[in-house]
């Protein structure tokens, strides 16, 4: 105690006037039957592990299917704007070879 005081004095004389905490382990082990828990994982039965590892991997594969739905719903959508854009640019390709054999036509009578 008297070691941790005389840290904190030097730094918060070193830092300011703000005192300085400091986290101490504890030296005594713990009584027996007394658990830490590292992580909550580490408290359940191999069943249940097994049981959380299915609903994760169902859980995944639900959400993996709805995105592939999803994809699949674009890419449909995608290909009919294209589809759509192929249709107009014919038209439009269509128009633009009569409007030159029109002037074709036009040039060559003249020209005679």
């Known amino acids: 105690m008297n070691r941790t005081r005389e840290l904190s004095g030097q730094l918060s ?3 300011g006037d703000m005192p ?13 039957g007394v658990v830490m828990a590292a992580s909550p994982g580490s ?3 191999p069943q249940q592990l097994a049981e959380e590892a299915t609903r994760k991997r169902e859980l995944r594969l639900m959400k993996n299917r709805e995105a ?3 994809c699949r719903r674009k890419k449909k959508e995608y290909v009919k704007c294209l589809e759509n854009r192929v249709a107009v640019l014919e038209n439009q ?3 633009l070879i009569e409007e030159l054999k029109a002037l074709k036509d036009l ?6």
């Not at 300085?20 to 027996?32: G, N």
């Open 13 to 15: 004389a070193a830092t």
């Open 20 to 32: 300085t905490y400091q986290i101490r382990a504890p030296t005594a082990a713990l009584p027996q």
């Open 43 to 45: 408290l359940h039965s």
């Open 68 to 70: 592939a739905r999803e």
């Open 93 to 95: 390709n269509k128009t």
């Open 107 to 112: 040039y060559c009578h003249k020209v005679e």
